[in-house]
């Protein structure tokens, strides 16, 4: 136990409620580490804002100050980080996408501040989530009332002067993305910038290298789905886990992960499933290493092996219950 919270190998540094970092409710951060100083802050979104906590000394984080949100307040937030500057969307109408220089928490002296933003992009107004392939500069809004609700491409190489470089229509709604550069199996495309698509109901594969004539190279669904929520690549790229956020409840099956094998990007296929210890309904997930983080609804933090993915196996190796009851 830790904090009133069950846990296995996690353990509590430090708790801060939502009303000592600005109020409001919270479902969503990122993280950014200082280049310079070596500081690590996470940046939380919340219903009415973002935080900026620095937690360099884990046990003692140190609430540094807020930027309001551009519009109303809205329970979904989406924040991420690319040249020292943070990205922030919301589902808010109007919203657009904030851009706040993170270099300006090292001059805070008397915490917590208000501050300003940096920058402002208009292109769409309200989106769900944001990603960003640091690798090019390219930031890709899924869940925009813009590109059909596909991918909308904005060029932030220049943080502080974001700029529209195209969409992705084909498909329809895109509920969340992950973009890299292709390493992997498929010597076709090695080299070029592909999406990984979650798309309610598929997994949708796209080749985005060129932004004004990005390209659908696979679309493909699967018996047991019931929302394709979201999903991420496994480090050599031959796997992409996935969860599916509805079909837990949809079918009464334990927390489920569904394993693709994509060494084909025009073929991508369900090679095996991992069903967790409990029935919690399953939400992002984000690999380091061999070691899979997902955030599940009541059951927290799951902290998951997949050395032995390529066999079909996960095994989990840690948690932290968020929802005691």
Request: hydrophobic share 35%; with cysteine; proline share 5%.
């Amino acid at each position: 136990m830790a904090g009133g919270s069950r846990c296995h190998d996690v353990e509590l540094e430090a708790f801060l409620p939502h009303a000592a970092i600005g109020c409001g409710s919270g479902n969503d951060l990122w993280g950014w580490t200082d280049p310079v100083s070596g500081r690590e802050y996470v940046l939380v979104g919340r219903s009415t804002g973002t935080s900026f906590v620095d937690i360099s000394t884990p046990s003692r984080p140190v609430y540094i100050g807020n930027l309001p949100t551009r519009a109303a307040t809205s329970v979904w937030r989406g924040i991420k980080v690319f040249a020292d500057h943070a990205f922030i969307v919301s589902e808010a109408l109007n919203h657009g996408m904030q851009v706040f220089d993170l270099t300006r928490l090292r001059g805070v002296t008397s915490p917590p501040v208000t501050f300003t933003e940096t920058a402002h992009y208009a292109g769409f107004g309200s989106t769900h989530t944001l990603a960003i392939n640091t690798m090019t500069g390219f930031a890709y809004a899924a869940g925009t009332r813009t590109c059909e609700g596909g991918l909308h491409a904005v060029d932030i190489r220049v943080p502080a002067s974001p700029r529209a470089a195209g969409c992705f229509s084909l498909d329809g709604y895109t509920h969340e993305t992950q973009c890299v550069i292709y390493a992997g199996a498929d010597s076709r495309y090695r080299g070029r910038e592909i999406c990984f698509n979650s798309n309610e109901d598929t997994l949708t594969i796209v080749d985005v290298t060129d932004k004004h004539e990005q390209v659908q190279l696979s679309r493909t669904g699967y018996g047991g789905s019931a929302y394709t929520h979201q999903g991420w690549l496994t480090e050599d790229q031959r796997f992409f886990l996935v969860n599916d956020e509805g079909d837990e409840t949809a079918f009464g099956h334990p927390t489920r992960t569904w394993i693709w094998d994509v060494p084909d990007l025009e073929a991508p296929a369900i090679v095996s499933r991992y069903d967790g210890p409990t029935p919690s309904i399953d939400h992002n997930l984000y690999i380091r290493g061999d070691l899979v983080y997902e955030s599940n609804y009541r059951s927290g933090l799951r902290v998951i092996d997949a050395c032995e993915v390529a066999s079909g196996v996960l095994r989990e190796v840690a948690f932290f219950v968020v929802f005691p009851p």
